[in-house]
């Protein structure tokens, strides 16, 4: 692969999930012995430089691809109050817009926990909205991330792809209420054990045919959804020492594991771009 991005900037933007796919690739670089010096140790992004390659592979986090904001403590408070700025873009002093391939992601932080219910979270122009469903909060996102990719991305020169929602596993409960996926060691075989098709995926897919900028969807949906025995469960890095299996992480993957597939996705779309002149 490396040699397929000799001289080219690769960036992934979004989740902690389309970091799963940025640490694979990573992984996969290191285990061929390919180094790389990481710039901006101390803040920014997460940018490694292949200097034999004259490459750059960049994580920048944005869970929401939107901007979080936050607003003055009112009442007399003194925590301020963030919202969701549904009509502007995550503002990062890294600028990535230039790069050679866009990878995208938006969706895990798109759940009524995440988003406060959607009770006074989302923002639009000065009004922040008393409440608003999550759904429809999520597509007014999704149009302002294709409106700035159809503005600021010169389809001549970059690839943009958007990475689908990737499927979780929680049993008895979602990851903050006893979930678990713990025990898990064989993938789902039987169709009728699927969940039905996110409808947050259906507006992704909507939106992306009216775009003016080619964006190639890499919908990883239903081949995540077998992986139930992929997570990293009780295994999780844990923040709390003392009790560090008490949330198990049924949504992320193991590495290597599932994220590997993404990252091999995205080789043979790229190899076979380039056969086809597509990317120049």
Known sequence: MMEMLRGKRLVFVGDSLIRNMWQSLMCNLKMFKISGRRLNKHKGPYSYNFKDYNCSITYVGAPFLVQRWQLPASGGGKTPTETLRLDTMEDHDFKYYDADFLIFNTGHWWNHNKAKNGENFFQEGDVVHGKMDVGKAYTHALNTWAKWVDKKVNPNKTQVFFLGFSAIHFKGGQWNSGGSCHGETKPIIDDKFLKPYPLMMRSLESIISTMKTPVVYLNITKMTD??????????????????????????????????DSWNQILYSLIFSSRKSNIIH
């Open 226 to 259: 077998y992986r139930k025995d992929a997570h990293p469960s009780i295994y999780r890095k844990s923040k709390t020492k003392s009790q560090p299996n008490k949330v198990q992480d049924c949504s992320h993957w193991c590495l290597p594991g599932v994220p």
